[in-house]
């Protein structure tokens, strides 16, 4: 031990570029060098003399393998996480005495940071493009985040997109099918620090159950049969250092509930078959047209997990009542569909008419398709009322009297009243009118003030 420990010698570990510690037969520090202090951050006087069990015990070391060796008898390499900041490949060497015992143990670590980075960089490329195959999940750069809007309702929605894309919070989007739930989201994407990171999108409903572990975690290689043998990236770990929105969250089994709630707690993942933590810190936006607090109540979905995707609600309306964006809608929809096809057409003033009155039970979705169809489909630059499917014309629109249209307008107005501001009498204030004056025209007008107003998510 001394001829090892001699001046000579430690002038020689002094002078190496990696990281050396030493111990003795007990365990007890006899020197580090200054590599070593340079890459942990800690000095000799902390360590020399200290066992290595208190110095585990205390923190100052994560996972000894000095102690490794003594515990094995043999050579011990392993990859270590040094202050949270470096990556150390670690390999302790035991010094045998002529009675086969350890008498010293000599480690060596080299910084690997930049290296491991580079390879995990490498290997995630290759899982981000693993993604163009992937049926569940999808992976976007260039993407639609133009909200089309004029009502009042959309610009409260839309001012507070603004408020709450700067911070890496969870936000639930409800509202129902093709209403514009994706749009929303990929507006809050835009506008996110996280713009430059992965945008990844997974439909929940689309996912097997039995798939959805593997999918979700991703997996180490022979880890089951059938799986690839290279193993799988997955989407939580390639969703780090962006977003993550899962569409249709209501469908999701409450098992991965519960896992995925762990990693939203710790920023951390494990694949199945490997016991190794990956980091997987990501901005979570989820969207659903279900009723979540009532699957709580019945028992289908975790209320615990509820409040972690829903720490902000955005509810986006149907567009029956959103009578303006219709108009707004409409216009842009003409305009892009007649610059895509290079073709110019234009809706007839009753053909508008008819489109503008229409109940969109499809929602956006439903009027983006109609107009594209019509575009397309129907001969010569003018769009007539005699192009539209039946069920937009079962009542024509030259039929309708002023009365009529004044009142379909009017009763859009208190619908849309109803649901921006919740009570009967905020309603009838913003509309400049009586309260008992409201209440005779939504009885008019068959209106239920329970249909039309918001639902309390939280």
Not at 153 to 169: C, E, F, G, K, N
Request: one cysteine or more; charged letters at 25%; hydrophobic letters at 35%.
């Amino acid at each position: 031990m001394k001829t090892l420990l001699s001046k000579d010698y430690i002038n020689i570990l002094e002078l190496l570029q990696e990281g050396i510690y030493v111990v003795d037969g007990k365990a007890n520090t006899l020197m580090v060098n200054k590599a070593y202090e340079k890459l942990s951050g800690l000095n000799r006087a902390q360590l020399v003399g200290r066992n290595m069990k208190d110095l585990e015990k205390e923190g100052y070391i994560s996972r000894s393998v000095s102690l490794l060796v003594f515990k094995e008898r043999k050579i011990v390499s392993l990859v270590q996480q040094i202050n949270d900041r470096v990556e150390a490949s670690v390999t302790g060497h035991p010094i045998w005495n002529d009675k086969n015992e350890i008498e010293m143990v000599i480690t060596t670590i080299n910084d690997v940071t930049q290296l491991n980075s580079a390879s995990r960089k490498l290997e995630k490329a290759q899982g981000m493009l693993e993604l163009q195959n992937n049926e569940y999940a999808v992976t976007q750069k260039n993407f639609d985040h133009h909200l089309i809007f004029k009502s009042k309702t959309m610009r409260d929605l839309y001012r507070m997109i603004v408020q709450i894309a700067p911070y890496p919070t969870s936000v639930l989007i409800t509202g129902p099918t093709g209403a514009g739930k994706e749009v929303v989201s990929n507006a809050i994407q835009e506008l996110s620090p996280l713009k430059e990171g992965p945008f990844i999108k997974v439909n929940c409903g689309a996912i097997p159950h039995s798939l959805m572990e593997s999918e979700f975690f991703g997996y180490e290689p022979g880890t089951f049969t059938g799986a690839k043998k290279e193993g799988k990236f997955g989407l939580l770990e390639l969703a780090h250092g962006g977003t993550l929105l899962l569409d249709e969250i209501g469908e999701m089994p409450l098992d991965i509930q519960i896992k995925l709630l762990r990693v939203l707690q710790e920023k951390q993942v494990q694949r199945l078959g490997s016991s190794e933590a990956r980091k997987a810190d990501f901005r979570l936006i989820s969207s659903t047209n279900r009723n979540l607090p009532k699957l709580i109540e019945e028992n289908k979905f975790r209320e615990d997990f509820y409040y972690r995707i829903a720490v902000i609600t955005l509810e986006v309306p149907p567009l029956a009542e959103r009578f303006d964006d219709v108009n707004e809608l409409l216009h842009t929809f003409m305009r892009l569909f007649c610059e895509k096809y290079k073709i110019h057409k234009q809706l007839t003033d009753n053909a508008f008419q008819a489109l503008l009155h229409y109940p969109w039970p499809g929602n956006v979705r439903e009027l983006k398709n109609t107009i594209e169809n019509l575009v397309v489909s129907t001969p010569g630059k003018r769009i007539d009322i005699t192009a539209l499917p039946s069920h937009f014309v079962s009542v024509p629109y030259e039929n309708t009297d002023l009365k009529n249209r004044v009142g379909r307008y009017e009763s859009q107005l208190i619908k849309e009243a109803l649901h921006q501001h919740g009570s009967i009498r905020k309603t009838a204030k913003s509309l400049g009118i009586h309260h008992a004056t409201l209440l005779k025209k939504m009885q008019n007008y068959q209106i239920h003030a329970e249909d039309h107003q918001k639902r309390d998510s939280s």
